[in-house]
């Protein structure tokens, strides 16, 4: 039992670190953990959740850093922060269904939360992405 909720620990943890700008990988895990035996539609929920939670922060980052733009120490010039806003209203919130997708889907999430996609809007079309990537990598081992 404890290796269990150890297991699910881990995988929870991975997914969140890796739907945030922090470099990690959870696909990998999830998979071992699924071939060392444990269900699929555990491992999918466990996965999607940390992974969906991870991406919250991304937008909660997004959501309130553009309070800091004007400050020196600020990441991104005024010059991406408009490519990034042009980018995401021309191709529309839709783009979250991606949100899983490496290198693009963290600044995608950050950028929606810059974008002040509403909350539900973007937790609904993150969880399908995600959770569709999910299933599919369970499906396949």
């Known amino acids: 039992m404890i290796d269990a909720t150890l297991d699910m620990a881990l995988l929870f943890f991975a ?3 890796a739907a945030t700008l922090i470099p990690a990988q959870s696909e990998g895990l ?7 035996g444990y269900g699929a539609v555990l491992l999918v929920l466990v996965a999607t959740t940390g992974n969906v939670l991870g991406s919250c922060v991304n937008w909660l980052i997004g959501r309130y850093a553009l309070h ?5 120490w600020f990441p991104v010039s005024e ?3 408009a490519k990034a806003s ?3 209203k021309r191709f529309g919130v839709w783009t979250l269904l991606f949100a899983w997708v490496p290198i ?14 509403p909350a539900l809007i973007f937790v609904a079309l993150v969880t ?5 990537r999910y299933i599919a990598i369970a499906n396949a081992f």
């Open 104 to 117: 693009i889907g963290d600044p995608l999430t950050l950028v929606a939360g810059i974008m002040r996609t």
């Open 15 to 17: 997914s969140f670190l």
């Open 68 to 72: 800091f733009k004007d400050r020196k």
């Open 86 to 88: 042009h980018s995401y």
């Open 30 to 36: 999830l998979a071992a953990l699924h071939m060392a």
């Open 79 to 81: 010059a991406k922060l």
């Open 128 to 132: 399908i992405g995600k959770a569709a």
